[in-house]
């Protein structure tokens, strides 16, 4: 395996689009990468595109024939959550193998006010049939929260500790002119909302919305040709569920991400101290501290601690979430995978504005797909 | 109308593991299956063992009705037409096996609730299916 540089990044700011196709959300992302990255469609050897709502109908094709029909090679990838970096994967390992010297990898999704995601699954052709509401919940809000109410079990972690996640990715949206929402909330404000699935509150719940993001990766022998500012990828990793005890009844977020975690800082040669800002994973509030933990940026129960001292703050021990976070930027599944790498990229070349991790070397990017999938990006300065 | 051949309606459970047993003398209950390489339990049948990969025939298991609450979720808003509050939840049984399903008989409120309570399944017919059959669902409550 040859070392890959991301050259090019952009994302469209998340939101609400009635009025685009998915190829003209996607399109438009495209392009502005390509522009970051000095080049244009003739360039690229490979396309990976990520949009899970359209699977079914050759997204990548039609951004092609949205801005460029240059006859290569198209992977459509679909992965739940983990879609838009599977997709970056994708397009890793294509310049990696040294099969291809470029690829880009675009993620987009249009998921307009659908509501809660999975509602109404299940049950057949006859609603009768239907469990949801019925043997408890597989909804992802009572997923996920079920499983911050585990971390209370094992931890004694509040629901408050919870809430003050929402509190800091709020915050940090203030300074994102790509975040859906830049609503700053106070603690209170969170505790009191309206409760989706306890504990998490309406604030402690991801949007649904639009977009697009894209990056474009090219060799690093190549990179220099493109940027002065090459981005190493340090380590691209996928994991699935292994098997643990109540993973198939209750899905385990935590073991596929402390797989992937482990996987990524072996490959890079680097541990989680050396990490100076993490985009994870925050689809509700009670999985961004669950993953603290997974991501070894704390010991084991600690996770509580960590939010209350404030060190995930930017300005604090490890940022996290600097963009806002899926809370606040939004989370069009497809787009958000490409989105935080798009994030880290941005802070590493100093190109984050007023939220700017100061001297930011090492960034790592999360994603879980529920059913499930994980997926870490570890990126470095050059 | 159904058609004249089909059979009269019956009792239909919602899933495939929760066993209605002809005699009413004996209780509905859950079914599982144990690797008989590693002895991992899953509910409801299996082609393959995922823990251990065995492809040994599993061992059909006769699940307890009584379990320990292990976490839950209070649901305030849920899928069109699911009434909410209520409490999700994940229940273990002794076989190692654990259960998705709602808390009966405790009101949506995190203080009514204690991990490790014992619980107890418990039957209804919830809705008609489209060929008249009741369908049975279960629950669990506090003991």
Known sequence: MREVAVVGVAMIKFGRYPEKTVPELAGQAALLALKDAGMDMKDIELLASGNLYQSNAMVGQRILQTIGQTGIPVINVANACATGSTAFREAYFAVASGAYDTAIAIGSEQMG???????GGGGGSDPAYSTEGVLGSGLMPAVFGMAGVEHMRKYGTTAEQFAKVSVKNHKHSMHNPYSQ????????????????????????CCPTGDGAAAAVLCSMEKARQYTTKPIRVGA??????????????MPDINTLTRNASREAYETAGLGPEDI?????????ATAELLHYENLGICGEGEAGRM???GATYVGG????NASGGLLSKGHPLGATGVANVCEVVWHLRGEAGNRQVEGAKVGLAHVIGLGSACTIQILEKV | MPEATAPAPGKKPIVPFLALPSDPGEKPYLTG??????GASYLGTRMACSKCFSTEAMEPVKLSDRGELHVFSIVHQSAPGVPTPYVAAIVDLPEGVSVRCNIAGVGADPKDLKFGMPVQMVTEAIRKDRDGNDVIAFSFKPV
């Not at chain 1, 691209?236 to 009844?249: C, E, G, N, Y």
């Not at chain 1, 100076?276 to 509700?284: K, N, S």
Request: hydrophobic content about 35%.
């Open chain 1, 113 to 119: 006010k659908m509501g809660l995601l999975g509602a």
């Open chain 2, 33 to 38: 299956s144990r690797c008989t390489n590693c």
């Open chain 1, 307 to 309: 939010i209350d001292e």
């Open chain 1, 236 to 249: 691209s990793v996928l994991t699935s569920d292994p098997w643990t005890q109540r993973d198939l009844t």
């Open chain 1, 181 to 204: 929402y830049q609503t700053e909330v106070g603690l209170e404000d969170v505790m009191n909302a309206r409760v989706v699935s306890w504990p998490n509150t309406l604030y402690m």
């Open chain 1, 317 to 320: 021990k490890i940022p996290v």
């Open chain 1, 276 to 284: 100076d800002l993490i985009e994870l994973h925050d689809c509700f």
